[in-house]
């Protein structure tokens, strides 16, 4: 009885193992992928990736790549829910102290997902809805976050994407991002210089060592976003990031 209960726990712990290996490659592998990323023997991977298949939650693509299937988006969207839910509280101590709209976003493919916001009291203010979603490289959040991915990631999920530019300032060229993500990663915090929206400044930073890469913003208009105002949005930011990072380690325990 226990051995039966200890394989069917491996089981779901490396089905899971391949699930995370997946995400982290963007979402989509190949076969020998999975087989140079994970110790697990090939059979084991077949096995797991049928099952997967056979439950939704792996597509195998005509390629004969592998990708996440749809029904995660179902639990990623109930875990966006209370992952928002859990950061309200810290975006609103950062709104009543600093008068603007904070935001907090997490990576969603080659893209962030907006997951709870929390609007300025102010009639001129910032507002995103929830469940929108932004490119990296010309916002403050998509910026802080592609700051503690790895220089390969970065340019993988921006070539899928591509750099559209909304905006005179926008991002261009992988060059210049890539510049801009060592001066984040210096100052450890992301600013969007009207790089989304004309008129408009956010700073922006990732949370600590999160399972999933995730970063709060505070913006609003460049008339009160201003050198004055980042020199209390960066301690608020800090000590908003900590919180979120200890909640996220409590629930996980």
């Given at each position: 009885m226990s051995i039966k209960q200890a394989s069917g726990v491996q089981s779901v712990e490396r089905a899971f193992e391949l699930l995370e290996l997946m995400a982290r490659a963007g979402g989509?592998?190949?076969?020998?992928?999975?087989?140079?990323?994970?110790?697990?023997?090939?059979?084991t991977i077949h096995r797991l990736l049928r099952t997967l298949v056979g439950i939704g939650y792996v597509r195998q693509l005509p390629s004969r790549r592998y990708s996440l299937g749809p029904r995660l988006i179902r639990l990623?969207?109930?875990?966006?829910?209370?992952?928002?839910?859990l950061a309200?509280?810290?975006?609103?101590?950062?709104?009543?102290?600093?008068?603007?709209?904070?935001?907090?976003?997490v990576l969603d493919g080659d893209m962030v997902t907006y997951i709870s916001q929390v609007p300025s009291p102010h009639s001129m203010r910032m507002f995103t809805?929830?469940?929108?979603?932004?490119?990296?490289h010309d916002t403050g959040v998509g910026k802080a976050i592609l700051s503690v991915l790895a220089d390969e990631r970065v340019r993988r999920l921006v070539g899928e994407a591509g750099m559209p530019t909304p905006t005179p300032n926008t991002i261009a060229t992988l060059p210049d991002l890539f510049t801009e993500l060592e001066r984040i990663r210096d100052v450890g915090y992301?600013?969007?210089?009207?790089?989304?929206?004309?008129?408009?400044?956010?700073?922006?930073?990732?949370?600590?060592?999160?399972p999933t890469p995730m970063a709060l913003s505070i913006s609003g208009p460049t008339t009160r976003v201003d050198a004055a105002f980042a020199d209390r949005a960066i301690p608020a930011l800090i000590l908003a990031t900590s919180k979120i990072a200890s909640a996220l380690v409590a629930v996980e325990n």
């Open positions: 989509e592998v190949t076969l020998t992928q999975l087989a140079t990323e994970t110790p697990l023997p090939l059979p990623g969207e109930v875990a966006n829910r209370q992952l928002g839910a309200e509280p810290v975006l609103r101590e950062m709104v009543e102290q600093l008068g603007e709209s904070a935001n907090m976003a809805e929830v469940g929108r979603r932004a490119n990296l992301a600013v969007d210089e009207e790089e989304q929206e004309p008129g408009v400044r956010c700073f922006a930073m990732a949370v600590p060592g999160a």
